[in-house]
């Protein structure tokens, strides 16, 4: 990727952010010492109530690790996050299709990586490999932050954290950039929370695959990665968008 995308996709979401790395201290407690807890569209995950396809009240034990499965994470009530378990992406996609205008824009974003990794195929790329792509498609993957509609807090922004300690991220980050990440690079398997704004997709392996978070609706939000606080996606994060 080149270097001035990506200084200019870092200072997009660190000034969307609005908070300096030294500022996020970890395990800070002290609200004058946390900018995000003076925000007033702040939602800050404390715990996370997990439910099934069938929209019933599951118990996140019965989650298959086995599986490339689906987590939708969405407000439900103050500081508790609804998690929504699927057991397939095939089988969120079919849910997520039946509320287009609702989920209009996480349809987008799945279509689109899901055009991406046909590129991938036809090109031969290494899935497990953080070099570069042909440019052709490097173009194309940046192609996405050129939608008229496709505003942050709409498509998504933000950025992932390497630490959690109740109630606060810190830690050295990595931004979620206007366009996907088909790597982390040397921040694979490294976050353990995040600050974003609006969609936001996370992938535990590289080129949009495996397991899959997808974080929605919050207008601004600090989401642990850990438990008893967030969903259970500590140090898997490989690929993003």
């Not at 030294?22 to 569209?41: I, L, T, W």
């Amino acid at each position: 990727m080149r270097k001035s995308i990506v200084f200019i996709a870092a200072l997009m979401v660190a000034s969307l952010i609005s908070c300096k790395k030294e500022e996020m201290k970890s395990g800070g407690s002290d609200a004058q010492a946390d900018p995000v807890s003076r925000r007033s569209d702040t939602t800050r995950i404390d715990s996370v109530v997990y439910f099934d396809a069938d929209g019933k009240k599951m118990s996140p034990d019965r989650i298959d690790e086995r599986l490339d499965y689906c987590l939708l994470l969405e407000p439900l009530s103050g500081r508790i996050g609804k998690a929504t378990y699927f057991t397939s992406t095939d089988a969120f996609y079919a849910f997520i299709k039946k509320d287009e205008a609702k989920y209009r824009e996480v349809i987008a974003k799945m279509d689109f990586v899901r055009s991406i990794q046909d590129r991938a195929a036809e090109m031969g790329i290494d899935w497990e490999s953080d070099k570069t792509p042909p440019e052709s498609l490097t173009e194309y993957i940046e192609s996405w932050r050129d939608g008229s509609y496709r505003t942050a807090k709409v498509t998504g922004a933000g950025l992932l954290y390497e630490h959690y300690v109740h109630p606060n991220p810190g830690g050295s980050t990595t931004p979620f950039f206007t366009f996907p990440r088909w790597t982390l690079g040397g921040f694979r398997n490294k976050a353990s929370s995040a600050v974003v704004v609006g969609l936001n997709f996370l992938w535990d392996k590289t080129w949009f695959r495996g397991k899959t978070a997808v974080i929605f609706g919050f207008p601004y939000g600090v989401i642990p990665f850990v438990k008893p606080y967030g969903i259970d996606y500590n140090d898997r994060a490989e690929s993003t968008f």
